[in-house]
């Protein structure tokens, strides 16, 4: 019995998909004690966009603490803490004209998620909260009652209330879904209080790569504003330049009231999560949300630094070229391998769906062939049919026609028997 299975809780998850032990990791690989290598599509859900160890961010976060840089300091001002913000003023929010405060929240993506439910209500005096079916938040149990899965909601051992799932437009072309909301909100008999804001993912990720036109995202904007009801984007995986943009909405051309953001956020995969919110919004009393991990004096460094690396090396520019890459092979080279597979992506997010597949549990055998083949991919969506390819931002052309090879053979072995 290993020292996991004997000590670490059954709450463990990914490692059971990629059962060895890893010890190394360079941009787009990563290593195993036996030697063995693997191309990263995982790309720690979301949290290393810029690599493993990008040498341009480690350098800046190993001069830091060599030059005993402060390391914990709650919300107090630093050195590194205003050069983030500074930074982040000019090369984010100046440039697409978005005028927000930033809040730093704890370390974690449901955190920011956390603050930007309290913040709506407290701003709108309401309780409701409008999220769409399929979507992911967070588990912390403010963050999870906007969270839609079963099995993630069963674990909150208590009703998890002031939510209303609307059908998400993906699985209900048929539904006028903006008309419905604003039914909701407006009909005295909906039996549905207006809420404080509606939730949204401009691509559901976890849910399995489920795109929001950016029609639908400027109706939804138009509706909220219409209401006075609050429009919060959860940026926490797809932002941070995933979509191609910084920011996921701007294609669609809209300003949220609030966006969450984190992941990625500080460029090294350490713990770190904003919120941004409209200066009008910021009602907030000092300490009202509070917390000792607000401020990773590293992760500030490394944020500053990824965003100065995302410009000096034109991420924006690579991430659409390399999106034309895995439409193209996706298209020509899985798809017709079975006319039941579906598809779906933007930027550098990718999902193969595997749902209307014949086979049982086909994106799981894919899954597990393409790791013993050495690739490291997620799977996401309702009943984990969906293969997301998400690699890092900065990988290399050879190793990301390498994974998708490698998932083409999987595929050919699962679903054509290897023909
Ligand atoms: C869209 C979205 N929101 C919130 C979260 C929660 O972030 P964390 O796991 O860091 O708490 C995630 C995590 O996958 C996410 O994808």
Same mark, same amino acid.
């Given at each position: 019995? /290993? ?43 979301? %949290? ?10 480690? *350098? ?30 000019? @090369? ?23 603050? %930007? ?15 769409? /079916?399929?979507? +992911?938040?967070?588990?912390? @149990? ?5 969270? /839609?899965?079963?099995? &993630? ?5 208590? &009703?998890?209330?002031?939510?209303? +799932? ?34 949204? =993912? ?46 996921? +909405? ?20 350490? &713990?770190? %999560? @904003?919120?941004?919110? *409209? ?6 009393? &000092? %300490? ?23 410009? =000096?090396?034109?991420? =924006?520019?690579?991430? @659409? ?46 899954? *597990? ?39 083409? =053979? ?10």
């Amino acid at each position: 019995m /290993s020292i996991y299975e004997e000590l670490e809780s059954n709450v463990r998850s990914y490692c059971r998909s990629f059962p060895v032990s890893f010890n190394r990791a360079k941009m787009s690989k990563m290593y195993a004690d036996d030697g063995r290598e693997y191309i990263d599509f995982f790309n720690g859900a979301g %949290a290393l966009d810029y690599g493993h160890n990008n040498d341009y961010i480690k *350098k800046r976060i190993i001069e830091y603490i060599e030059s005993d840089g402060i390391s914990h300091a709650l919300d107090l001002h630093t050195r590194v803490k205003g050069e983030f913000l500074t930074t982040f003023r000019n @090369l984010i929010l100046k440039p697409r004209g978005l005028d927000y405060k930033v809040m730093f929240c704890g370390p974690t993506g449901t955190n920011s998620v956390e603050a %930007a439910l309290k913040l709506s209500r407290k701003v709108t005096g309401r309780t409701g909260i409008f999220a769409l /079916s399929g979507s +992911f938040h967070g588990m912390t @149990l403010g963050s999870l009652s906007i969270t /839609s899965g079963k099995v &993630p909601r069963a674990g909150a051992g208590i &009703p998890l209330t002031g939510v209303t +799932f609307i059908p998400h437009p993906h699985s209900h072309p048929e539904l006028d879904t903006i008309a419905y909301m604003e039914e909701l909100m407006t009909d005295e008999y909906s039996g549905v209080e207006k809420p404080a804001a509606v939730f949204i =993912e401009t691509v559901q990720a976890e849910g399995g790569v489920i795109v929001l036109s950016d029609k639908f995202i400027r109706d939804l904007r138009d509706l909220c504003d219409r209401q006075g009801v609050l429009l919060v984007v959860d940026d926490i995986q797809v932002g941070c330049g995933r979509t191609g943009k910084f920011c996921s +909405f701007e294609q669609a051309g809209i300003i949220p009231d609030m966006v969450t953001l984190s992941k990625s956020i500080s460029g090294y995969g350490l &713990p770190m %999560a @904003l919120l941004l919110l *409209k200066p009008e919004h910021d009602i907030w009393t &000092p %300490a009202e949300h509070n917390g000792t991990f607000r401020g990773n004096q590293m992760a500030f460094v490394g944020a500053k630094a990824a965003l100065e690396y995302r410009e =000096e090396h034109r991420l =924006e520019e690579k991430t @659409l070229k390399d999106e034309a890459l895995v439409r193209k092979f996706v298209t020509e080279r899985l798809l017709p391998m079975d006319k039941n597979l579906q598809y779906r992506g933007k930027g550098l997010i990718h999902g193969v769906d595997f749902g209307r597949v014949e086979i049982e549990d086909a994106a799981g055998l894919v899954g *597990k062939e393409c790791f013993l083949n050495g690739l490291v991919i997620e799977r996401a969506g309702r009943g984990d049919c969906v293969l997301k390819i998400m690699p890092a931002l900065t990988i290399e052309e050879d190793e990301l026609i390498k994974g998708l090879e490698i998932i083409e =053979e999987a595929m050919k072995k699962v679903l054509m028997g290897n023909k």
